[in-house]
């Protein structure tokens, strides 16, 4: 059994932070070559309204296919009653709930205050209890190191509604560094906050490598014992109301990261080329970020599976 | 007093890497603008015959002008006794050794088997001995984490060749990850192992960003209490004899780590941003590498120096 919980954003993260649409058959493909590479759980849409994010018109399709893939956690992202009650039906197995620390970022993100998207997660966790039991849901805590808008975020405030969303029944609780402004400080001890706070509920991490300290950043949450890592293939992604946010963290260097340290990912690097390679050929205006891709595994490279 | 020291090496490993040669007047210009931003060390130059490296032709030159900035702890490479001993002349304050703990790099590198190394190291401190006596010499130990020819290196290896290198009599032994094969937690394993065996000979880490692991081996290197890290403006460089070990890793994202960290490194992100454009000025088709030039710092971002 895996170690570590790779969680692979890029068809959502990815993709709707893009302006190119890529085609529903585009996607299947990308989707499976990501499964058949290894990557156990895959958050593949975002169920928005399709006037405003075109690129996640298919969301519910595109979660019936993945559906069909054997052993694949099928996640979406959803920011409103109506999207989670979309995603739901459509059979999805985690809904996470965006919910920024920064209200400034909450306004331009989802355009709710902070009271208003606690009541909707308080109704979106209702409807699940309601009608799907089994499926699972995630706050993540957007802006949670700190907003491009609001500056500054102390770790009181992230841990406060870390809190108010375990009390309103999400099942787990992430942190995301929206903007890339965390550092690896700061992510040992909020992570290490969340937990002892938390327990069970505590999430994993979503970080973006816009100031080139993501893999950093991991390193920390390892030691604060994160075993769920958010990462997109290609580095793909950003947030469109984070000036200056570029992509998720890069799939093929965390891996390689992971696995380098002998924490199984459960993941093939080779298939995961592969995988890239399909990613390539559907977007091939689209800058790819990553350096394993480009330098290849070490000689003798041992998978921690391998080792163990 | 600033708690880490950057030691800029974009002038020596940057330059030896590329084929253009930077002009003298232009590498004057871009050092003192590095050491204008508070840089307190920087290898300028490498010493070796300009037929094998015509980049570096002006090694001598260089070091003097160097020699002419306040404050400045002028650093250089030198492969062999002709090298340090004109380094010496020069005026050079640190002379590092690149000794590689594969004998396979070694040969390809310097030309020398790991006898005839270790008896170079004992004529270039007995050289410094007789001589200059304020010098300091530095064992850089190259492919420390693994080797393009040679493949996996073991701890036992690496740290073998440091004690070797301070029964030699060098002030400080440095580990250098040449081919970006480091992982953190071999970071933290050998650095630890390293102090524990060498106490104040320990030196610093030379991480190149090959597989996009240099701030998370970083990380794992300031856990083990590594206080010296080599970083490239840019992240110019690599090795010609390590293929695909591209360049090292970037100061401007080293600077904000570590400053984030809330350790104060002395230097200027804007005034290293100034000598960035000297740099892109100088050699305007040679890539240059780093995420915090384009993102910027964040708001309300405090340097370690003012919060302390």
């Given at each position: 059994m895996p170690s570590v919980l790779v969680s692979e954003v890029g068809p959502r993260d990815g993709l709707q932070s893009i302006a190119a649409v890529m085609p529903t058959h585009a996607k299947r493909r990308w989707i499976a070559a990501l499964a058949r590479a290894g990557l156990r759980e895959i958050e593949v849409a975002s169920f928005v309204p399709p006037r405003l994010m075109p690129q996640m018109a298919d969301a519910a399709e595109v979660v019936q296919d993945a559906l069909a893939l054997p052993d694949l956690h099928v996640a979406v992202l959803a920011p409103n009653l109506q999207g989670a009650r979309a995603a739901l039906q459509a059979g999805a197995h985690k809904i996470t709930l965006p919910v920024s620390v920064s209200e400034a970022h909450s306004l331009a993100n989802v355009r709710k205050s902070h009271a208003q998207m606690i009541e909707t997660v308080r109704e979106v966790v209702a409807l699940r209890d309601e009608d799907w039991p089994e499926a699972r849901i995630e706050a993540g805590l957007s802006t949670a190191f700190g907003c491009t808008l609001a500056g500054a975020i102390s770790d009181a405030q992230t841990l406060a509604l870390a809190q108010t969303m375990a009390d309103c029944g999400v099942d787990e609780v992430g942190l995301s560094d929206t903007t890339g402004y965390a550092n690896p400080a700061q992510v040992r001890r909020l992570f290490s906050a969340l937990q002892r706070e938390l327990g069970e509920r505590a999430g994993g991490a979503h970080f973006h490598n816009t100031r080139g300290q993501g893999l950093a950043n991991v390193v920390a949450a390892l030691e604060a014992g994160v075993r769920t890592f958010d990462a997109s293939q290609g580095g793909l992604g950003g947030c469109p109301h984070a000036p200056g946010a570029t992509g998720n963290i890069v799939t093929e260097d965390l891996v390689f990261l992971l696995e380098a340290m002998g924490l199984d990912t459960g993941i093939d690097v080779a298939a995961l080329l592969e995988a890239r390679a399909i990613l390539r050929a559907a977007l091939p205006d689209e800058p790819l970020y990553g350096h394993l891709p480009d330098?290849?595994?070490?000689?003798?490279f041992v998978y921690a599976r391998e080792a163990a």
């Open positions: 330098a290849g595994l070490p000689k003798d």
